[in-house]
């Protein structure tokens, strides 16, 4: 993982803390901007989209990494009836936990936005 091994429970090891998410600095930003320019990875609608920052499935109110975030439109995030952020547990019901997405994300950053069935 890195210099400091999680347990399965996210904790660092007996008396260290895990790092604090990266947040905030020029690199983050810059791959939030990249982001931002992707489709939404639920209904592929062109950017610009929102950076969602990864809720699902952690602990506490602080939010992840800012590498962390995948892109979502308006409907998807915030505004719409199918938004995360409106109902967590129907959005999760229907489209599977947020972090799942990550790879795909991953996957265009890398090589571009491929045409795959969803």
């Known amino acids: 993982m890195g ?3 999680l ?23 810059a791959h939030i901007s990249r982001v931002k320019d992707l489709p939404c990875v ?11 920052h990864i809720i699902c499935d952690r602990y506490g109110q602080a939010k992840t990494s800012d590498f962390d975030v995948i892109p979502l439109c308006k409907a998807h995030h915030q505004d719409g009836p199918e938004a995360i952020h409106q109902n967590k547990r129907q959005w999760v019901e229907k489209h599977g936990p947020d972090h799942s997405y990550l790879s795909l994300v991953k996957l265009w950053l890398e090589h571009g936005v491929l045409n795959e069935p969803f």
């Open 42 to 52: 639920i209904c592929r609608k062109p950017g610009p989209s929102d950076a969602h």
């Open 3 to 5: 210099a400091l091994d």
């Open 7 to 29: 347990s399965l429970t996210g904790k660092g090891p007996l008396g260290l803390k895990a790092p604090k998410p990266e947040r905030n600095t020029k690199k983050s930003l």
